[in-house]
């Protein structure tokens, strides 16, 4: 495998399940990201780990709870959603989170979530 | 505060048409990164170019090409005698520096949704 893989790829949940999405890097980069992707939306940046310690919380509600047991695993547990929550979650790696000046960062092929 | 705008949602073009995808940043920060992606119908962001703030030197790649344009805040992208493959999403990104003065935290655009028919 190489670059940046996400399972599932689609997602169908209840409004009481809990499930977790996984994201796995293959270029050992320090850093990732979770994002989400809604329609008509600018891309909006959940989570941010830094050498597995999470950066940035973008004010994300406690349904979404992130868990990065090092740094080329990303998970993304999710319970009690709501339809609203429907959406591409995507996960993406750069070489340095903290200190970086080029900072491209490289994306998964995503989660379609769809929340009922 | 910083913004991009691409104010083109939805673009289409007939094959071998050549076609430019604008985008229009705002930022007070004078060390900043401009950057393009391209989302596929597969779903994944795929990087195509970043620029330095400093450097104001067009950039062609085959049939791709950038125009940065700081004295307009402008960063356009043109595709030479596009393809259907070209078809994709094309996002605009602006790299933000946080209180240290690293860039880490990317402001997206909206995307313009670019057709090429055959």
């Known amino acids: 495998e190489t670059g940046v893989t996400q399972t599932p790829r689609h997602l169908v949940m209840g409004m009481t399940n809990k499930k977790s999405l996984k994201c796995e890097q293959h270029l050992g980069h320090n850093a990732m990201y979770w994002y989400k992707q809604s329609a008509k939306k600018p891309l909006e940046l959940m989570f941010v780990y830094s050498l597995e310690e999470r950066v940035e919380n973008n004010s994300v509600p406690s349904r979404f709870s992130p868990e990065c047991p090092n740094s080329s695993h990303l998970f993304l547990h999710l319970h009690t959603l709501q339809p609203e929550d429907s959406a591409l979650y995507l996960c993406?790696?750069?070489?340095?989170?903290?200190?970086?000046?080029?900072?491209?960062?490289?994306f998964g092929p995503g989660t379609r979530l769809t929340v009922l | 505060a910083q913004k991009v705008t691409q104010a083109q949602t939805e673009i289409s073009v007939v094959e071998k048409e050549d076609v430019t995808l604008d985008c229009v940043y705002e930022?007070?920060?004078?060390?900043?990164?401009l950057f393009w992606y391209k989302q596929p119908p597969s779903g994944e962001l795929v990087f195509l170019i970043r620029?330095?703030?400093?450097d104001e030197q067009n950039e062609i790649s085959g049939r791709y090409s950038w125009n940065f344009q700081k004295s307009t805040s402008s960063f356009n992208f043109t595709i030479t005698a596009s393809q259907v493959v070209d078809s994709a999403v094309y996002f605009c990104?602006?790299?933000?520096?946080?209180?240290?003065?690293?860039?880490?935290?990317?402001?997206w655009g909206l995307g313009t949704s670019l057709a090429v028919n055959p």
């Open positions: 620029r330095n703030s400093f």
């Open positions: 930022t007070r920060d004078t060390t900043y990164y």
């Open positions: 993406a790696s750069s070489q340095s989170g903290l200190a970086g000046r080029n900072n491209e960062q490289f």
């Open positions: 990104a602006l790299s933000e520096a946080n209180n240290a003065g690293n860039n880490r935290k990317l402001i």
